[in-house]
């Protein structure tokens, strides 16, 4: 009897016991934080799909426009062929095609034939400029624009970009190194660059474009086109996070990447993430900056007006200096 008891006393206390556990508010799973990073935001609100272009004004354009003394106008930008030099597995080709009803001979004395074309291309090959949706880091883009909605929307492309007119500096990098041209290893950051500025007698501004003249492209885009395309003398990060703290609307270069090629261990492609993604900053490459440095023009009036081909995050550009 006394074991009955005790069998019956010890399964009340247990459904006793269930009943309270029941009965107790479940306590809510401690949500991680968002994963959040300083450089998505953008000083120019969340929208801001532009970065520096912001710092382009009316009043820079007429600063710019009284540069112009010879009246000179210099092709920045080379021809893109086939054979161009471009970065990587890169290509460009071009079919030329009787136009539609390109034969209208039967139908009038002027005997009017057309062709069209066909182009298929990369828009990252030859002179070029790079959008903010071109490189990102850790699948983030400029302002924290995620990879999935660069791939599936047209969030920062080119065509959006307005027309960039805008005093142009040239800064002789190979004239500071003291050779014809730089070499791969080459890297120039704020000391070389300050100090070029001080020996050539230029600064540089807000809302300025700048472009470096390394001796790089008339050295070796002909006769060593593969070593002309796979590495390259260039800018360092910390030049980078320098200009960009000048508030320089694009940096450009006579190469195909701008930055210093192999990368730093580690560090790859360094001065693409800092300018593109971080910074808000557009990067112009095959930039021929020869005639420019030839003649010693400093400073210009730059001028260009970028295709506008809707969902592109490269373009192929012809940028103007007037000297």
């Known amino acids: 009897m006394d074991f009955l008891k005790r069998l019956l006393l010890a399964a009340v206390l247990s459904a006793c016991s269930e009943g309270a556990i029941a009965q107790t508010p479940s306590q809510p799973a401690t949500q991680p934080a968002p994963h959040k990073e300083a450089w998505w935001d953008s000083p120019w609100g969340e929208a801001d799909r532009l970065g520096n272009v912001n710092n382009l004004s009316a009043e820079g354009v007429k600063k710019a426009a009284g540069l112009v003394k010879t009246g000179k106008v210099y092709a920045l930008g080379v021809p893109t062929a086939p054979e161009s030099a471009a970065y990587g597995t890169r290509k460009y080709t071009v079919e030329r095609t009787p136009g539609p009803d390109a034969d209208y001979t039967p139908n009038g004395s002027q005997r009017v034939t057309a062709f069209d074309e066909r182009v298929v291309s990369s828009m990252g090959i030859g002179t070029q400029i790079d959008g903010f949706g071109h490189l990102g880091v850790d699948h983030h883009y400029y ?181």
């Open 143 to 323: 302002n924290g624009v995620t990879g999935k909605e660069v791939a599936t929307t047209r969030a920062l492309q080119l065509a959006d970009v307005p027309p960039i007119v805008t005093r142009g500096v040239l800064i002789d990098m190979a004239k500071h190194f003291g050779k014809q041209h730089l070499a791969v290893g080459d890297t120039f950051n704020r000391a070389e660059i300050e100090a070029a500025m001080r020996a050539q007698g230029v600064t540089v501004g807000k809302g300025d474009v700048v472009l470096f003249h390394t001796g790089w492209m008339a050295a070796k885009m002909g006769p060593e086109k593969d070593l002309y395309r796979s590495s390259e003398p260039g800018l360092g990060e910390d030049g980078a996070i320098f200009l960009a703290d000048l508030g320089v609307v694009a940096v450009g270069s006579d190469t195909v990447a701008l930055e210093s090629l192999p990368s730093p261990p580690g560090k790859l492609f360094i001065v693409h993430q800092t300018l593109l993604a971080k910074r808000g900053v557009h990067i112009l490459e095959t930039i021929d900056t020869n005639q420019l440095q030839a003649d010693g023009v400093k400073e210009f009036l730059f001028v260009l007006g970028i295709p506008r081909f809707v969902g592109t995050v490269q373009m192929v550009i012809n940028p103007v200096a007037i000297g």
